[in-house]
């Protein structure tokens, strides 16, 4: 057996996120089921990160363990005839055996798109968040400056469902947060991280678009984040505006 890695891009919409659930749609469901038809031996996929329901991928990776003789081009060509265009294999690649698409990983990327203009865009519709309220840029930096560096999260993202006695940390390092003006009124924020917890981007995006509104002050945002308390944060951004951009290996 061989470990393969690859990098594969999927239009969110339509499945109820990214890991395997049964009886359920997912991104994972249907790209096993490809790779097992393909393959002839069943597959066990790992993630470099779990998108939830809406949220889209440009460079998901995942690995699994095929036969020695597996021909990456054609598992690559007949993947994306059965999957594409909403799930699409971009690259394949085979790696050492220690290699893991989530604990090999050092940092990921991700963006989130806003169009801030009064009229909808039918072509960014589904990947993007429409706020027709104008939102001034310069507030949405400032009040993203805080979130450099680590700090507990816990205001921002989903507490998870974790076994008795078992400890988990919302601790998560931040290495680049930053708004930019595409013109026309598309604005996207990137940020990357070590890891994330779940809804952090959009819970992040939720409350710089109310800092942004004038509703909140960007000052506000570090007593938010020392706070870790949910009620004090935003309610997350829609996830048709996320996407899991890049995951970065040492």
């Known amino acids: 057996m061989v470990r393969v890695r690859l990098v594969v891009s999927y239009l969110g919409s339509g499945f109820s996120g990214f890991a395997l659930n049964p009886g359920v749609r997912t ?4 790209l096993t089921e490809a790779l097992e038809r393909v393959l002839r031996h069943p597959v066990r996929l790992t993630c470099a990160g779990r998108t939830d329901a809406g949220v889209h991928a440009w460079g998901q990776v995942v690995t699994f363990d095929a036969r020695s003789d597996v021909e990456l081009e054609t598992v690559q060509r007949a993947v994306n005839h059965l999957l594409g265009p909403a799930v699409v294999v971009r690259g394949a690649a085979i790696v050492g055996a220690g290699f893991d698409a989530r604990h090999s990983a050092v940092a990921r ?7 801030n203009r009064p009229v909808p865009d039918p072509f960014l519709a589904a990947t993007s968040w429409h706020v027709v309220e104008p939102l001034d840029l310069a507030s949405l930096r400032l009040g993203t400056d805080p ?6 999260f816990a205001a921002f993202c989903r507490k998870p469902k ?9 601790t998560r390092r931040v290495l680049e947060a930053r708004w930019l ?3 026309d009124g598309v604005l996207r924020f990137d940020i990357e991280a070590t890891a994330f917890c779940q809804q952090m981007v959009r819970s992040i995006v939720g409350l710089l678009v109310e800092v942004g509104r004038g509703k909140r002050r960007a000052g506000d ?5 020392a706070g870790r308390d ?3 944060s935003a309610p997350p951004a829609p996830p048709q505006g996320l996407v899991l951009w890049e995951v970065v290996y040492g």
């Open 221 to 225: 945002v570090r007593g938010i984040i």
């Open 147 to 152: 979130f450099l560096g680590e700090h507990d």
């Open 162 to 170: 974790v076994s008795e006695g078992v400890a988990f940390s919302m």
């Open 27 to 30: 991104v994972a469901g249907v």
């Open 109 to 115: 990327r991700y963006r989130y798109t806003i169009l």
């Open 181 to 183: 003006d595409l013109g």
């Open 230 to 232: 949910r009620a004090r």
